[in-house]
């Protein structure tokens, strides 16, 4: 086995690594600026084999799919925050995403599971004293999303920081982890917190749980001790949980968006679509 940060040596905390990885590898698609600085340089050569094993063992596009999903997540947030600049971020399953950074958010709320959030809050740390960053409003709250009490925590906390403040809520590659009922409170953890909340949430549709990515993916997981069960949804239940209707991206429009054309069917991808609600 592989020693990241000297904790994190598999489980699903591994797949922070890996997308951040992915969209270090598409700067310009992605326009994440700081992918490439959230995994120490003694850690990255880790990483970096961690995701050439990856690409020849499950598919070789992680860095489309996260590059995709990461940017037109960053295109939205921007316009959230443009018509409203008082707008607080909540980010669950944060990992090493970068969006407090990139985008002036008044307050943000990052929360993951504690050896994520151990390592993410030390890299700010020296980020920060290095200049590579500002100093932001950015809380990083360690917290196990498939723990009901720790939701409810979770979103008096929140409510707290915003302060009356519209909120945006983003849950970008982390809702399929988490069992059927955990996947659905998650979803709608942005409507719970507030109403008027926009909601971004990435999902695996129930149409695709055949696909021959996910398949792959699952045996991999195994190796790597990543619980390999999934949960998948339909729009109808990201709309009930979210609490109205969804505009639903799937990596196929994402591809005509940014890149002009579809280069690779949802079919040879990890089949993850963006849902937005409340805007
Ligand atoms: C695929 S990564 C996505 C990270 C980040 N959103 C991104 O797009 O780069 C999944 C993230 O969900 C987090 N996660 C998984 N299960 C969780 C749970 N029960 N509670 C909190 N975070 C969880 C993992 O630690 C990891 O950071």
């Known amino acids: 086995m592989v020693w990241f940060t000297g904790s994190v040596d598999g489980g699903v905390e591994l797949t922070a690594y890996l997308v951040n990885e992915s969209r270090a590898r598409c700067p310009e698609l992605s326009r994440d600026r700081l992918a490439g600085q959230w995994i120490p340089a ?8 961690l995701w050439d094993e990856y690409a020849g063992s499950v598919y070789p596009h992680d860095d489309l799919v996260c590059s995709l999903r990461g940017r037109y997540i960053l295109d939205l947030l921007e316009q959230v925050l443009r018509q409203d600049p008082d707008t607080v971020l909540l980010v669950c399953g944060a990992g090493f995403t ?26 700010v740390a020296e980020l920060v004293a290095a200049g590579v960053i ?60 507030a109403a008027g909340t926009v909601s971004v949430v990435t999902y695996w549709p129930v149409a695709a749980a055949d696909n021959r990515v996910l398949a792959a993916q699952r045996e991999w997981f195994r190796h790597w001790a990543v619980a390999p069960e999934a949960t998948y949804l339909t729009t109808d239940d990201l709309a009930a949980a979210a609490g109205g209707p969804v505009d639903n991206h799937s990596p196929e429009d994402l591809q005509r968006r940014y890149l002009g054309e579809v280069s690779v069917p949802e079919t040879e991808l990890v089949p993850e679509h963006v849902a937005v609600v409340g805007r």
């Open 98 to 123: 970068s969006y407090p950074w990139l985008l002036p958010f008044p307050a943000a709320v990052e929360a993951d599971l504690p050896r994520v959030i151990e390592a993410k809050r030390r890299r």
């Open 134 to 193: 500002e100093p932001r409003p950015v809380e990083q709250l360690p917290v196990d999303l498939a723990d009901r009490a720790a939701r409810e925590r979770l979103v008096e906390r929140v409510r707290a920081v915003a302060a009356g403040r519209p909120i945006a809520y983003l849950a970008e590659g982390l809702i399929f982890y988490l069992p059927g009922a955990d996947a659905r409170a998650v979803a709608g953890l942005g409507a719970a917190t």
């Open 42 to 49: 003694r850690e990255r050569e880790q990483v970096r084999a």
